[in-house]
């Protein structure tokens, strides 16, 4: 959970696939970005029938779920490193637009 108390979905994804566990995730929503269909990932409409015949997918065929589950691991798990460096970066940019702005104000 968030410091709100919401459910960081985005990281529940990448935890989830960092294991080996392939998505189902509704179509067109913002986690379901980067997943395709049966190659990393089972896709579903934002509805009960959609959403079980999705997880009847990913269970139907064990050979099948492993494969998208190491294709959910190889595409959309990101290493600890990858996650911390982006935060260096985010901060380093904010650092310099607030140093540019401050010595603009002199």
Do not use: H
């Not at 959609?50 to 997918?57: E, F, K, L, Q």
């Not at 494969?67 to 970066?89: F, K, M, N, S």
């Amino acid at each position: 959970r968030t410091s709100t108390g919401k459910v960081d979905r985005m990281r529940l994804l990448r935890e989830a696939a960092a294991v080996g566990c392939p998505p189902v995730l509704v179509e067109g929503s913002n986690a379901a970005e980067s997943v395709r269909e049966g190659d990393n990932g089972f896709l579903c409409q934002d509805d009960p029938r959609s959403i079980a015949d999705a997880m009847a997918r990913a269970f139907a065929d064990d050979e099948r779920r492993l494969q998208v589950g190491r294709r959910a691991q190889a595409t959309l798990a990101r290493p600890w490193e990858e996650i911390v460096g982006g935060i260096y970066d985010k901060y380093c940019e904010i650092i310099e637009e607030f140093a540019g702005k401050k010595e603009a104000r002199r």
